[in-house]
Nanobody
């Protein structure tokens, strides 16, 4: 199982980024995909997730600004991040559970600063 995340970068406050995470080695359409983030000195937090059926949940801190989606034909989950704030600065990780184990992609850095 591999999760490959991409799409991070540096933006000014109010800007947008889209993260992608492509999965392989799993029956992608059946698993819940999650995005987490971890800022320096802080605990990792769940940002958003989307079930295989397309149900989405969000952390309160990103509701109305971030949108999680998935394309099962491409084995890819996305995180569209709009109206970015400096406090969104973190490494972002995708994650899933498969056959009783948790799998993580490598982090992709998002930096929001002026």
């Amino acid at each position: 199982v591999q999760l490959q995340a991409s799409g991070g970068g540096s933006v000014q406050p109010g800007g947008s980024l889209r993260l992608s995470c492509k999965g392989s080695g799993i029956v992608f359409r059946l698993v819940t995909m999650r995005w987490h983030r971890q800022a320096p000195g802080k605990q990792r937090e769940l940002v958003a997730d989307v079930t295989g059926g397309g149900n989405m949940t969000y952390a309160d801190s990103v509701k109305g600004r971030f949108t999680v989606s998935r394309d099962n034909t491409k084995n890819t989950v996305y995180l569209q991040m709009n109206s970015l704030k400096p406090e969104d600065t973190a490494s972002y990780f995708c994650n899933t559970d498969y056959k009783g184990r948790g799998f993580w992609g490598q982090g992709t850095q998002v930096t929001v600063s002026s």
